[in-house]
């Protein structure tokens, strides 16, 4: 993807989700270097995201100066979070392919691979094949949605994915994550 395909892709966000993106962008960056870079991979695909809920919750809870958001705004706040979360990994996606710089003597595969799926994938798919399971989803969730792009992910993750590296709950959190990531980057 272009620069100006990753801009437009930030276009579906609200400014404040995209400031908080921002901030959740940071957080986890810090933390995987720090606290947590001894944690298995497959916590970082849902760190943005955790992190994007517990930011926007908190972000509606002092603007609302009220527990809503925790009671009757739940499903809005579930949403603000996972936009967060999403905005987040775009924000590292973008930061990985354009401005981070790469040693030119030993680029690796993770800088080659320039598709925003391949971040969330990185812990679950085997390195060899990141690149064409990215490019696999990216493709195929072009003319689907909702549950027959659920599926498809899952049928291409479980295809993919070593038997009892994953249980079914884990691998279909996974599908959904991706799935939701998938829909909300259509450009």
Known sequence: MTLLQYLSAFRVYSVDVLVLALG?????SLLKKTVLKKCPKKVFVFLPFLIGFIFYASYRAILTMSAEPFTSGLTET???????????TLYYVVYE???RTVSPAAPSEKAQTTLPVAQ????IVPENELARIAQTLTEGSKDKSGNDLLRFVLETLRGCVADGELTEGELLLCAQTV???????KV
């Not at 959740?24 to 986890?28: A, E, K, P, Y």
């Not at 579930?78 to 987040?88: L, P, R, V």
């Not at 969330?120 to 812990?123: K, N, Q, S, T």
């Open 120 to 123: 969330l994938l990185e812990a």
């Open 24 to 28: 959740v962008s940071l957080i986890t």
């Open 179 to 185: 799935s939701k990531f998938l829909e909300t980057i």
């Open 97 to 99: 392919q354009f401005f």
């Open 78 to 88: 579930f949403e603000g979070g996972f936009a967060c979360g999403c905005a987040a």
